[in-house]
T-cell receptor, first 113, second 115 residues
């Protein structure tokens, strides 16, 4: 089976712009979660989607949003980018929504200038 | 709130030796899941081992094993016969049964393997 894929892998944006990141889960996986990784804050949970519904949301401002499509693919959007949004954004998928092992994609590295 | 603490920012081990990475956690949930993930320089997060809190038996995966002490809320990872490919950041993570925050990660331990 193909692993979790994320596009694009690298992205450079300027402050104030918006960005959309995409994640394709492992075939058959219905849960997709997003995490932000920065040197200062470490790995932080953004949100989780299961069967097109947002199940959980981390402590991030409303500029961060996401959605999941019927084929389980997910996108996350960040509007009005700030310098502090520069990070590695990781997507993970799992079969179910509780206690299942999450399999991570390679990440999208976002640099905001 | 659930928290995960890794008290060792960096560790080093000689090739073929054994090393133990520490992790403590805090949760009010009665049932939860614990994980160790490895992140090599490629940044790809890879599952090392998974433990279900209701299982008393410590999980093992080849050279990797855990010492799960539920009462002490401790979940350490032991790597036996260390190999150069084991060099990476290791993250301990917790998922509560309530699933309110999905995975909560520790700050990580950077493991160096010396030849």
């Amino acid at each position: 089976k193909a692993g979790v894929t994320q596009t694009p892998r690298y992205l450079i944006k300027t402050r104030g712009q918006q960005v959309t990141l995409s994640c394709s889960p492992i075939s058959g996986h219905r849960s997709v979660s997003w995490y932000q990784q920065t040197p200062g804050q470490g790995l932080q949970f953004l949100f989780e989607y299961f069967s097109e519904t947002q199940r959980n949301k981390g402590n991030f401002p409303g500029r961060f949003s996401g959605r999941q499509f019927s084929n389980s693919r997910s996108e996350m959007n960040v509007s009005t980018l700030e310098l502090g949004d520069s990070a590695l954004y990781l997507c993970a998928s799992s079969l179910g929504w509780q206690g299942e092992t999450q399999y991570f994609g390679p990440g999208t590295r976002l640099l905001v200038l | 709130a659930q928290t995960v603490t890794q008290s060792q920012p960096e560790m080093s081990v000689q090739e073929a030796e054994t090393v133990t990475l520490s992790c403590t956690y805090d949760t009010s949930e009665s049932d939860y899941y614990l994980f160790w993930y490895k992140q090599p320089p490629s940044r790809q997060m890879i599952l090392v081992i998974r433990q279900e809190a209701y299982k008393q038996q410590n999980a093992t995966e080849n050279r990797f094993s855990v010492n799960f002490q539920k009462a002490a809320k401790s979940f350490s990872l032991k790597i036996s016969d260390s190999q150069l490919g084991d060099a990476a950041m290791y993250f301990c993570a917790l998922e509560g049964q309530g699933g309110s925050e999905k995975l909560v990660f520790g700050k990580g331990t950077k493991l160096t393997v010396n030849p």
